[in-house]
């Protein structure tokens, strides 16, 4: 059964007017930052081969997923993950040499953080357009709030959701409207932008927010619902804000 929340965003959404978007959600990992290649270069220094993202990915969710439901606290979380990775492999190691490896595969993986280009002019532009901004993150724990503080993001956001600290995660409409909670406005006056369209876009607006996929590898839109917008980067997202929702302020410039 739909939500009171989901139901108003749903009838807000008959009306022929544009909706007015007060507030921003985005992503972190692979919106903002640049996760996969950071975390792909470590994984082949730990292993010395680079066919095994997939396996490693499908891995980490697993274990994630383990440390969101608060079965693991997220150190023991990336030992145990580690470890059954290797051990797929064939690679048998004791609990002390994983450990090790681990933190050397994290060492790298941190020194390697980098924001994409269009993040900063895109989020300076928004902040000035007089939006709010959450960060709406299926992150594991206090790791992510060091990464978006070192990597100077903190400052921009007025919410800060992580699911590591939520116990629910994306696409679970429950991050999102935590989110809205907290910068209180309706998820009908809010949009959310991702890199994933199943966890992201589908979810936020199955959560009755407005959805963004932010399709930056370029992959095939066939299967994006007609309600979610797609963008390949963050400079096309000023001028969507505006051409499509009322904002808050349409008189700054967007980024170039």
């Given at each position: 059964?739909?939500?009171?929340?989901?139901?108003?965003?749903?009838?807000?959404?008959?009306?022929?007017?544009?909706?007015?978007?007060?507030?921003?959600?985005?992503?972190?990992?692979?919106?903002?930052?640049?996760?996969?290649?950071?975390?792909?270069?470590?994984?082949?220094?730990?292993?010395?081969?680079?066919?095994?993202?997939?396996?490693?990915?499908?891995?980490?969710?697993?274990?994630?997923?383990?440390?969101?439901?608060?079965?693991?606290?997220?150190?023991?979380?990336?030992?145990?993950?580690?470890?059954?990775?290797?051990?797929?492999?064939?690679?048998?190691?004791?609990?002390?040499?994983?450990?090790?490896?681990?933190?050397?595969?994290?060492?790298?993986?941190?020194?390697?953080?980098r924001l994409y280009a269009d993040a900063l002019p895109c989020l300076d532009w928004m902040r000035a357009a007089g939006l709010k901004l959450a960060a709406v993150t299926n992150a594991s724990g206090p790791a992510q709030r060091d990464k978006m503080a070192g990597l100077g993001l903190t400052h921009f956001f007025d919410a800060v959701v992580i699911a590591g600290e939520r116990g629910v995660s994306k696409p679970d409409s429950g991050i999102f409207h935590a989110a809205c909670?907290?910068?209180?406005?309706?998820?009908?006056?809010?949009?959310?932008?991702?890199?994933?369209?199943?966890?992201?876009?589908?979810?936020?607006?199955?959560?009755?927010?407005?959805?963004?996929?932010?399709?930056?590898?370029?992959?095939?839109?066939?299967?994006?619902?007609?309600?979610?917008?797609?963008?390949?980067?963050?400079?096309?997202?000023?001028?969507?804000?505006?051409?499509?929702?009322?904002?808050?302020?349409?008189?700054?410039?967007?980024?170039?």
């Amino acid at each position: 059964m739909a939500s009171a929340l989901e139901l108003r965003s749903k009838l807000d959404r008959s009306v022929g007017n544009p909706p007015e978007i007060k507030a921003v959600c985005l992503d972190i990992d692979d919106t903002l930052v640049d996760f996969t290649s950071a975390a792909r270069s470590a994984l082949f220094t730990l292993i010395g081969r680079d066919d095994m993202w997939p396996a490693w990915q499908h891995t980490t969710d697993e274990y994630v997923a383990r440390a969101v439901s608060g079965e693991l606290d997220p150190k023991t979380m990336r030992l145990q993950r580690t470890k059954a990775f290797l051990t797929d492999m064939g690679v048998l190691l004791d609990d002390e040499t994983v450990q090790v490896l681990e933190d050397r595969r994290q060492t790298q993986m941190c020194s390697g953080w980098r924001l994409y280009a269009d993040a900063l002019p895109c989020l300076d532009w928004m902040r000035a357009a007089g939006l709010k901004l959450a960060a709406v993150t299926n992150a594991s724990g206090p790791a992510q709030r060091d990464k978006m503080a070192g990597l100077g993001l903190t400052h921009f956001f007025d919410a800060v959701v992580i699911a590591g600290e939520r116990g629910v995660s994306k696409p679970d409409s429950g991050i999102f409207h935590a989110a809205c909670q907290e910068l209180h406005v309706n998820p009908s006056s809010a949009v959310h932008i991702g890199d994933r369209l199943d966890l992201d876009a589908i979810g936020a607006r199955d959560a009755g927010l407005h959805a963004i996929w932010l399709n930056r590898d370029d992959e095939p839109v066939v299967d994006a619902p007609a309600d979610v917008h797609v963008i390949a980067d963050l400079t096309e997202l000023p001028s969507l804000l505006v051409s499509e929702y009322v904002t808050p302020s349409v008189s700054v410039p967007a980024p170039r």
